[in-house]
């Protein structure tokens, strides 16, 4: 019975001998990795290798997300709102003020002239420093400063203001204000990431800086104010009231920069209303 | 009955997520009364979740822990701001270095603001 189950036994492993890899094949690398591959191990490790790369990449996409920087819709909101916070010394907008119902009369106004589907928010001064000012905040958004000292001066009428605002309007949807910077300045702080790069913090000042000159210095051009005031010509000419009004506007600035010291700078920011009413002048033109 | 009850607690807990607003804009301010010139209690970030206590029109009556006062209505949205600044471009705002000051300012800026729509 002993013998009858060595004879198979050895019968047994001799089979193997031919079917299996014999015993040394097991270190045998080579042989290894074809049977490894057969089993699609090494597809298996691709995959894997496939999925940690895809994970990585995520895992970087979302630490670049964190440290993006402002997109074209959100950037002239937030760096406009930023110089307002930090010039509120000179500017000074927190001051207690009644409520002038500039805001309904303007919105009626806009609707009037066909500006339409536009966000607005207007921000009173108490200070000669700026007389008026628009700002991009962002898409169909605008941000008016009003200098309630110079209103007061001008005596100005609600239509007379929402004129003025309406001036300003067509300077910041032309871009006037926009083009006035470098674009590889304002590139550089919006759209994109500084994630494993320096914070532009030195483009940040340099730009704050540049808001400060547009709006206390530089103003705009003649071409520019040339233009706008052609284009309110067409757009009030239809109502003779709002035409009337918005020459007795430019008549009312014009005398006060010429006799009063504290607005000696308008002519700086907006050249000039004297030229204003010469272009818009019927007997002339 | 069961299914009665079901539907009583699930509408109760809606009420109850309803009664929240959050903060909507950058920086917004609690004030003492129902006034933008009233004392500020405290300045919040975007996206800060507040009880609501009242609807009083262009003011709500807010509280968040001790803290307890009115916002201004427009600062406040009944579901969390998607687009607050501070979550969109969390790194950059944590470069602008904004210390207490500015960060009441600009909460203060958001009160001051007379806001306008010119809707077709």
């Known amino acids: 019975m002993i013998k009858f189950l060595l004879l198979i036994l050895i019968s047994l492993g001799s089979f193997s001998k031919k079917q299996m890899p014999v015993n040394n094949d097991f270190i045998n690398f080579e042989n290894i990795k074809g049977v490894l591959k057969k089993d699609q191990l090494e597809k298996t ?3 894997k290798q496939k999925r940690a790369q895809i994970q990585k990449q ?11 920087l402002p997109t074209q819709d959100d950037f002239w909101k937030i760096m406009i709102e930023h110089w307002l916070v930090k010039n509120i010394t000179i500017l000074k907008w927190d001051f207690r003020k009644p409520d002038y119902g500039v805001d309904e009369y303007f919105t009626n106004f806009l609707r009037q002239t066909g500006e339409i589907g536009l966000k607005f928010n207007i921000l009173y001064l108490n200070t000669p420093n700026i007389s008026h000012f628009a700002f991009p905040m962002g898409s169909n958004e605008y941000l008016f400063l009003v200098s309630v000292p110079f209103i007061k001066s001008l005596d100005l009428s ?6 003025m605002l309406l001036e300003d309007l067509l300077r910041v949807k032309n871009d006037y ?13 919006s759209g994109g990431s500084f994630y494993q790069k320096e ?33 309110m010509n067409n757009i009030l000419i239809s109502d003779t009231q709002n035409w009337q009004a918005y020459y007795r506007m430019l008549s009312k600035i014009d005398e006060l920069v010429k006799g009063n010291l504290m607005y000696k700078n308008y002519l700086k920011i907006y050249p000039s209303p004297e030229l204003q009413m010469n272009w818009l002048n019927p007997t002339k033109n | 009955m069961v299914k009665i009850t079901l539907i009583l607690l699930l509408f109760k807990s809606a009420n109850a997520f309803s009664g929240y607003q959050y903060a909507s804009k950058a920086y917004v301010q609690m004030h003492q009364n129902q006034s933008r010139y ?18 009083h029109g262009e003011f709500s009556e807010v509280s ?4 307890k006062g009115f916002i201004l209505s427009r600062n406040l949205i009944s579901s969390k701001n998607k687009e607050c600044p501070q979550d969109k471009y969390s790194k950059f705002f944590e470069y602008l270095s904004l210390d207490v000051s500015d960060m009441h300012y600009w ?9 306008g729509e010119v809707n077709p």
Do not use: W
């Open chain 1, 58 to 68: 995520k895992k970087k996409s979302k630490q670049m997300k964190l440290y993006g």
């Open chain 1, 45 to 47: 490790l691709t995959e």
């Open chain 1, 199 to 231: 914070f532009p913090s030195k483009n940040l000042k340099t730009l704050m800086t540049k808001i400060d000159e547009k709006v206390f210095e530089k103003g705009f051009s003649f071409q520019e104010q040339h233009k706008i005031t052609k284009m």
């Open chain 2, 38 to 55: 009233s004392r500020v209690i405290s300045n919040f970030e975007c996206n800060q979740p507040f009880k609501l206590v009242k609807d």
């Open chain 2, 64 to 67: 968040y822990a001790a803290y």
């Open chain 1, 158 to 163: 609600k239509l007379e203001i929402s004129i």
């Open chain 2, 107 to 115: 909460g203060r800026l958001q009160d001051l603001y007379v806001t």
């Open chain 1, 177 to 189: 204000f926009i083009n006035s910077f470098d674009s590889k300045l304002t590139s550089s702080l």
